[in-house]
């Protein structure tokens, strides 16, 4: 997913929990939900963010040198004013983005 183009805020915002709630029923089961799409964001984001830092990766033995590498400095602020996982996970749940099961509910009859 390209998260540049997310339209997630960057910063905490008040919520209607009975909106957030509909699909669930249940306010435990949402931030379970969120909570796992969040761990999922933070990963490919971690990942991608590695990949190209990577690219910078200096392997020589000298610890005295320390090169300050200006695309490097920019590509770590870019990830840093990206919004947090938690927000943008929120986000694609508003919009119906998430795929989510609940096997216990699955079994029961109705």
């Known amino acids: ?3 540049r183009k997310s339209a ?3 910063t905490t915002i008040t919520r209607n929990s ?3 709630t509909k699909d ?3 306010i435990y089961e949402t931030v379970i939900i969120v909570a796992r799409r969040a ?4 990963v490919e984001m971690k990942q991608e ?9 200096s392997y020589s ?13 920019e590509i770590s602020k870019f990830y840093e004013r990206l919004p947090k996982p938690t927000l943008i996970a929120l986000q694609e749940l508003e919009e ?8 216990e509910n699955q079994n029961r009859p109705k």
Request: net charge negative; no cysteine.
């Open 24 to 26: 669930t029923g249940n």
């Open 61 to 73: 033995d000298n610890l005295e040198e320390v090169f300050e590498n200006r695309e490097q400095i």
């Open 39 to 42: 761990n999922q964001i933070a």
């Open 96 to 103: 119906g983005k998430i795929f989510y099961r609940n096997p």
């Open 8 to 10: 997630a805020p960057v």
């Open 49 to 57: 963010l590695n990949k190209k830092l990577e690219e910078f990766a």
């Open 18 to 20: 009975e909106l957030m």
């Open 1 to 3: 997913m390209d998260y």
